[in-house]
């Protein structure tokens, strides 16, 4: 497949996702979990700019001196495999301006994958429709092909189905971040089974009539008591939230951070105050986003 100069750089935003439901339904024989999610993108979002450069490298730089810059990095992950898939000369030189918090189960990296995908396409000129793409992306990571997607949607398998649904209202969502991270990968394997049974059926049922009270209180995570079991301030959290006029809260993928629906802007920043008193600092209040990218 060919390519041609069309650009000398681009500039992207990467949004934030947040998992309204996330149910695992069972264990792959290629070591993936198969999930069902419903997910939702942020106006929270990282920008990604990409220059071309005349050295085969691909040189990232950010705003957070402790983050990886080299192949550990999903967006240098994510140059390298274009340049490789087209056999593309020249290099790229990347800034990464994080706005979404690290390791806090927003999906941050992989929407940092997913802009570069779709900005090195952009900035070589490939013909490469957005299947295609998704095919590239859930190598990489097992988010990126909804990231790639954005708006509302069904998520099924290791994440590569995907089913787009009527785009959600909007909504203020207020986000906190606990302090400490935790890895996916040991959450998944201390997975032992849901806590609880849920019916994601009513939660696609109001998504699809667009009632906020219904979404709000059918929110589901499977992965949600394995961290509220390590530490009580999920609990804490939720309950300052509800206290402070939340509709529904939730963690998000596999944690910590937890989000909550708020009507306006006035409660969710009342709630922000309540949990920086507590030691929460990590705290963001932004709202849902749902224009889906078009693709090739």
């Known amino acids: 497949m060919q390519y041609k100069d069309n650009f000398k750089y681009v500039t992207l935003l990467a949004n934030a996702k947040i998992n309204l439901a996330l149910k695992v339904v069972g264990k792959r024989e290629d070591g993936y979990h198969d999930l069902k999610m419903v997910m939702q993108t942020l106006l929270l979002n990282d920008t990604i700019f990409i220059k071309k450069i005349d050295e085969p490298v691909v040189n990232l730089k950010t705003n957070l001196p402790w983050l990886p810059v080299d192949n550990k990095n ?15 000369k020249k290099g790229v030189e990347i800034h990464l301006t994080k706005e979404i918090p690290v390791s806090a189960g927003l999906g941050g990296g992989s929407a940092d994958c997913a802009a570069t995908l779709i900005g090195m396409r952009k900035l070589f000129g490939i013909y490469l429709p957005n299947e295609e793409l998704k095919k590239i992306g859930i190598r990489l990571g097992s988010d990126v092909p909804f990231l790639l997607t954005q708006g509302t949607a069904l998520v099924e398998g290791k994440g590569d189905i995907i089913t787009p649904l ?50 709000s209180k059918n929110f589901s995570n499977d992965l949600e008591y394995i961290i509220a079991n390590k530490s009580c301030q999920i609990k804490d959290i939720k309950s300052i939230m509800t206290k402070n006029g939340a509709l529904g809260t939730q963690m998000t993928g596999s944690g910590p951070t937890v989000f909550g629906y708020f009507r306006n802007k006035t409660s969710a920043t009342y709630a922000m105050r309540e949990l920086y008193k507590k030691g929460v600092r990590e705290l963001i209040i932004t709202g849902t986003f749902n224009r889906r990218r078009s693709g090739k």
Request: positive net charge.
């Open 74 to 88: 999903l967006v240098v992950k994510a140059a390298q495999a274009i340049r490789k898939e087209f056999n593309i």
């Open 166 to 215: 009527k785009p959600h209202p909007f909504i203020h969502v207020l986000l906190a971040k606990p302090p400490f991270s935790v890895s996916t990968g040991t959450v998944f394997k201390e997975y032992r089974g849901p806590s609880k049974v849920h019916n994601i059926n009513y939660l696609l049922k109001y998504i699809n009539k667009g009632y906020l009270e219904g979404i």
